[in-house]
Structure formats: structure tokens, C-alpha cells
């Protein structure tokens, strides 16, 4: 059966109607595909993909050529879930022009259907233009990694009257600029059920805690797959499949040293007049 294509504005009804939102960030076609096939709502090819696919040490380095390239194969696996790229550091911070040029690549080349921004009020006027522009905007505030070093480090926001104050007005001011939903990362549980309640489009937590309208998780750490990975308190491990992975080629590996592999019945044979030519029956023997 065809899955039931998600939409923002599905999407808005489901926090309407108290229906919890699941998200996956995926960077690839068989990752999208199993996602789909596990009934996610919605699908986040995040810059992420820096520290988990490509193997920098933070989102910074990833290139709006990066992120395309990882949404086309995204949307070229799935068909009912709501894909949405990540717009990759300093590529909506320069020119309106600019920022639109980018947003109608990662549209047109990647085929996503909405974009995600990072950023509070300061870039309200910039996510209110590209909806204007006809994309749909998904907002994210909290820890927002492409400003890690303005920050100070990975920490959690919210924790006093302050940083709550401000997480508030950048969620009103986001709402009001057209953002169809806003990412919550990193903000404490007391403060993410204050913007929640006081919203009406939905929010979307990581490390955010259990009041938000919907959940999501790096594909990679929900299902450990990765080596070494850093455990995060906020991150519930669903499979080990990288131990999996590992013990499935260590046993490659040893059947091949042991010459195990190719067994018979993993190779191919010549007929037995041609096998013959080489001095051989065909079983293989001389």
C-alpha cells in the first residue's frame, strides 16, 4: 500500500489533535527507505551528516553541494514522509538573493519539501521570506551546532530565567515569521513544555524532554551504528547494529584467511567439455 504522504500542514494537525510526531534524520537511500518502511512521519537530512557520515568533527565544514547530494538520495528512496535539508552553515546568512538561490537548489535539485534553519529572532525576517517564496521553513533553536563555538561548547539552554526568556521570544518570533515547526535541541523540559503550550505550530524536541509534539533522532544513534560512539543522555538505543556490522565482517574476514570462503556452493562451474580444456573435471579437480 502507497504510504500516506505527510505534509506541514498534516503535520500541524497532528499537534492539534495531540498526535505525537516522529522524525529520523537519514543521509542516504537504504537508511531513508528502512525509515519509511518503520513508519516515520518525517525524515531530516541534517548537516549532521558532517560528524556522522562524513566524519568532521562538527556540522561546519558540511557544503550546500553536501547537502544536496545526500537529499537526492533521500528523496529518491521514499515517497510518504515529510523530507526536509538542513540549510548548511553561512548559506542563509549573506544576501536574500543568495539565501533563495540556495534554498530553490536544495529544492530543485535535491527535491526536499522544506527546508530547516537555525537561529532565533535574528533570523526571523530571513525564514518569513523564504515562505513567502512559497518553501516551507522548520525552525530550530536551543543548541544550535552551526554556532557551537559562539556558544561555548554542546549545553543544555534553558536553565535560568534568562535563556528561557529568550528560547520564548525566538519561538513566538519564528512562529510569527510562517516556520511550520521549530526543533527544540538541547532545552531544558520545564522550558520546552512553556514554548509547546504556547505555540500552535509543533515543536520538535532532541534532548528536549517528553512535552514536545514530536521526537527525533540521528538515525545513527538510535541504532548504533558507529564505532565508539559517545554515549548521549538523551539518545535511547533501539538496536546495536554496528556491533552487528563489525562481528559480520570480522567473520568475513576470517573465513576468507582461512580459505572457508568461497565454498562450493558460492562459485561457478564450466560445462564439463570445457572444464576438460584446462585439465580439470568438473568438480574442479585435476
Known amino acids: 500500500m502507497e504510504p500516506k504522504k505527510m505534509s ?146 554542546y549545553k543544555v539552554q534553558g536553565k535560568n530565567s534568562e535563556q528561557a526568556r529568550k528560547l520564548l521570544d525566538d519561538a513566538l518570533a519564528l512562529e510569527q515569521a510562517g516556520a511550520f515547526a521549530i526543533v527544540l535541541e538541547l532545552v531544558t523540559d520545564e522550558i520546552a513544555e512553556q514554548i509547546t503550550k504556547r505555540l500552535s505550530i509543533p515543536t520538535i524536541g532532541i534532548g528536549a524532554g517528553a512535552h514536545c509534539d514530536g521526537q527525533v533522532l540521528v538515525f545513527h544513534d538510535l541504532l548504533q551504528y558507529a564505532s565508539g560512539a559517545a554515549p548521549k543522555k538523551f539518545v535511547k538505543t533501539y538496536a546495536d547494529i554496528g556491533n552487528d556490522i563489525r562481528k559480520g565482517i570480522s567473520e568475513f574476514v576470517r573465513d576468507v584467511k582461512s580459505r572457508s570462503f568461497p565454498a562450493p556452493e558460492h562459485s561457478f562451474h564450466a560445462e564439463l567439455e570445457i572444464a576438460g580444456l584446462y585439465g580439470k573435471d568438473s568438480s574442479g579437480r585435476e
Open 8 to 153: 506541514t500542514t498534516r503535520m500541524k494537525k497532528m499537534k492539534a489533535d495531540g498526535v505525537p510526531i516522529s522524525v529520523v534524520t537519514a543521509y542516504d537511500y537504504p537508511s531513508a527507505k528502512l525509515a519509511e518502511e518503520a513508519g516515520v512521519d518525517a525524515i531530516l537530512v541534517g548537516d549532521s551528516l558532517g560528524n556522522v557520515v562524513l566524519g568532521y568533527e562538527s556540522t561546519l565544514p558540511v557544503t550546500l553541494d553536501d547537502m544536496i547530494y545526500h537529499t537526492k538520495a533521500v528523496t529518491r528512496a521514499v515517497s510518504g514522509p515529510l523530507v526536509i535539508t538542513d540549510l548548511p552553515f553561512m548559506t542563509y546568512h549573506g544576501s536574500l538573493d543568495t539565501t533563495l538561490s540556495n534554498v530553490a537548489r536544495i529544492m530543485r535539485e535535491g527535491m526536499a519539501k522544506a527546508v530547516k534553519l537555525e537561529g532565533g529572532r535574528e533570523v526571523a525576517g530571513t525564514v518569513e521570506a523564504i515562505v513567502k517564496a512559497g518553501v516551507p521553513v522548520m525552525a530550530h533553536i536551543g543548541l544550535t551546532p552551526q554556532s557551537l563555538h559562539q556558544i561555548g561548547g
